[in-house]
């Protein structure tokens, strides 16, 4: 029965085939790669959310772009909708005992727009966001600060510290969420950003084991910023001058932080599973998902891969199949 369906799912990726086996070649565990073709239209966009509250606007920091909007799942208790204070010292150099306040699971969702533009409001994240409040998941929906106002570390600092919100324990108790069963979702820039809290994830002072994200949704990351993204089969010239000014280099032949703003350089064995969704003619190479997929794998971390035909970028890949397959595979990571 296995080698039947290795056989079948290594024939859909061949062959590029769309039906109901490409459906299930990616349903959320494993290490698993499907080829297949996204639909025209953004599914979640296109549905409409009933009984799904959104709490808006909550600070995580004293800036006024770290703030987050929360999607309230439709069963959540009337208080879930109350704010908890957002207190901006840093997190406590100390790990606290685990707790255990929460019974949902949760999604922290990273907007797009090449780390300069972007918002949590716009009408796509924001229906993304109550897409997945509507499977289930208590979503919290992060703004974060844009270079080159703000280069890196700016952006990764704040969707850490969005982080280290989402696990204080009134916001556990508030949105009645399980600590144990909380996951990352980006698109584009923040796929990239995404991918870098899960691979520094063991560095986390939150709990004592060092670990916080169990499941990891990557849609068209960038994932090498170095000088290899430049090479003829990289980026564009024009998103070369985007990941520079998100960088604050002058150019790549002296800038350290290319490689440590690239998730590929950072992979651990105790990084958390991971979907990557990649389109095959977008303007992120192919070439950057397969070989951070291939990194993730050599150190033993489970990906499932769905490479989608077409040039739809991030989020736009989310048709109907491919939503259900984001979903699946969160619910089976954070059971």
Known sequence: ???????????????????????????GTGDRNSTVTAGPVIYPLS????????????????????QLDVCLPADSPPESTATPTATPTAAPTEAPDRVEVGTRP??????????????????????????????GFVTFNVDYRLAPTDPFPAGLDDVRRALDFVFRETTLQTYDVDPGRVGVFGGSAGGNLAAMLA??????????????IRAVVDLSG??????????????????QRKQLLYLGCASYRACPAAERASPEYHVTKATAPFFIGHSTDEFIPL?????????LRSHGVPVTFVAVQGSAHSIAQLDEAMSRRVTNFLRAGLR
Do not use: N
């Open 287 to 295: 070439w950057e998902s397969q070989r951070f997929a291939s990194t």
């Open 106 to 135: 949760a999604v922290m969702m990273i907007h797009g727009g090449s780390w300069s533009h972007g918002d949590k409001a716009t009408a796509a994240y924001r229906s993304v966001c109550q897409y997945l409040a509507s499977e």
């Open 47 to 66: 549905l409409r959310y009933h009984g799904i509250d959104v709490v808006q606007d909550v600070p995580y920091g004293r800036d006024p772009l770290q």
């Open 1 to 27: 029965m296995k080698s039947g369906r290795r056989l079948l799912l290594a024939l859909v990726a061949a062959v590029a085939i769309v039906g109901a086996v490409a459906s299930c070649s990616a349903d």
């Open 199 to 212: 691979v520094e994830d063991h560095r986390s002072t939150a709990y004592a084991d060092g670990f916080r």
């Open 222 to 239: 960038p994932t090498d910023l170095t000088a290899r993204s430049t090479g003829s089969d990289g980026v564009a010239a024009a998103f």
